[in-house]
């Protein structure tokens, strides 16, 4: 049984997985910045709030050298945050 789910009786719950931890904030050259996370199963995940790339990759594979490259390449400013859904 994966840790997403736990069975009490005959009913399976669903549990979610730990929220992603931020690791680090880089800034870019834009102003914007690149947010480092590393997930449960750890696996690291980067969000740039200019250009909005988002990347993933497997710790054992990659480091955070992607995340400060990308930093030191992107020029976008960052962008207005999104608006909360309406409830209707």
Known sequence: MSSAGRTTGTDTEYVSPPAPVLLSS???????????YQDSDGSLSSDC??????????????????AREHAATCIRPPRPPRPLPVAA
């Open 26 to 36: 880089i800034p870019t050259r834009g102003g914007a910045d690149v947010h480092v």
């Open 49 to 66: 709030t200019g250009c909005g790339e988002y990347a993933w990759a497997l710790l054992s594979l990659v480091s955070p050298q992607f």
